[in-house]
Structures are given as structure tokens and as C-alpha cells.
């Protein structure tokens, strides 16, 4: 188990690295590794990922990433440096933006390393957690079943629709949250 963690939190890493992001990985996580550890061998490999990636960003890609995104974001840019933790906390949370260039984009608006790393462990935890969850629901469900299971099957199981409905909740947090920031 240690050997197998260690493969898949380097494997993960990697995947990250070279543009990934954490929806594929969460849902093998939780086929292989279960809820917890799971998600606790994503959230880690995501998050050591993407921080290596935003240092590499910063020697290589810095002002290319200025020339692209700069004009979108300069609203942020006060809104940062009044609380830059609780709001790379949120702008994580809310996402939005397709990983890799959520893991650039904060370039433009100079995060500390050690608060991007945070930041981004705390943040795409809740929503990792559920695609986790939903990986170890799919992993139980064809563990009991000695045929297929059905689409009604596997959506009517509390191991399947309750990650879902976590999912909405998310989704649902996140447009209001949205709302919330373009003020």
C-alpha cells in the first residue's frame, strides 16, 4: 500500500505537470485507495503539482501569461492584495477556470509561494473529496455485483448519488460565490 501511494502521488504529480487535472486521478484514487486516502493522495498530488508548476510558470512563462490573461484579472488584483490567503482560498474553491491555468494565472497577481501551496491544498479539497467519493462508490458498487450493474442501478446507490448531490450543493456554492466576488 505504501509502495502503491507513492507510485500514484508521483504519478499524479506528474500528470499535473504536464496539464492535468484532478478529475481522472480523483476517480482512480477512490477505485483503488478508498474515500480518504484517496483523496488524501489527490489533494496532495495536486497540490505539490500545481505549486511546482506555478514556480516553473515564474522562471518561464511569466510574461507570456501577463501578455494573455492580464487585462481579465486586473479586478482581482486589489482584491488580492487586501487578503491574499482568504482570497486564493476562494478563487480555488470557486474555480471555474480549467486547472492549469488556474495553477498560471496567479502569476499575474504575484502569490506567494508557500500561500499558493495552501491555498490550493485547502481549496480544491472539497470538490476532489467528492469526485473521490464517487470513485470508491463506483469501485463498491462493481465489488457487489457479480453482473454489470445498470445506469439505474448504479445512480439509485447512495454510494453514487450522494457524491452527486455534493457535487450540485458545490455548484451551486460556487455560482453564488461567483456573484459574490464580481461585486
Known amino acids: 500500500l505504501i509502495l502503491l501511494s507513492i507510485a500514484f502521488l508521483l504519478i499524479t504529480i506528474i ?13 482512480i484514487a477512490g477505485f483503488i485507495f478508498g474515500k480518504f486516502l484517496g483523496t488524501f493522495l489527490v489533494v496532495l498530488g495536486c497540490s505539490i503539482g500545481a505549486t511546482i508548476l506555478y514556480i516553473f510558470g515564474g522562471f518561464f512563462l511569466k510574461d507570456l501569461i501577463r501578455e494573455k490573461f492580464s487585462d481579465r484579472f486586473k479586478k482581482l488584483e486589489s482584491k488580492f492584495k487586501k487578503n491574499e490567503l482568504n482570497y486564493f482560498l476562494l478563487y480555488r474553491f470557486v474555480g471555474g477556470i480549467p486547472f492549469p491555468i488556474s ?41 457487489q455485483n457479480t453482473k454489470a450493474p445498470e445506469l439505474f442501478e448504479l445512480v439509485s446507490s447512495s454510494e453514487i448519488y450522494i457524491p452527486i448531490i455534493g457535487f450540485f450543493c458545490i455548484f451551486i456554492l460556487t455560482i453564488i460565490l461567483k456573484k459574490f466576488l464580481n461585486r
Open 103 to 143: 495553477n498560471l494565472v496567479p502569476l499575474l497577481l504575484n502569490i506567494k509561494k508557500r500561500i499558493f501551496f495552501f491555498g490550493t491544498l485547502f481549496g480544491i479539497t472539497p470538490a476532489l473529496f467528492i469526485v473521490v467519493a464517487l470513485g470508491s462508490g463506483i469501485e463498491k458498487i462493481i465489488e
Open 15 to 27: 500528470w499535473v505537470l504536464m496539464l492535468g487535472f484532478g478529475s481522472p486521478v480523483g476517480l
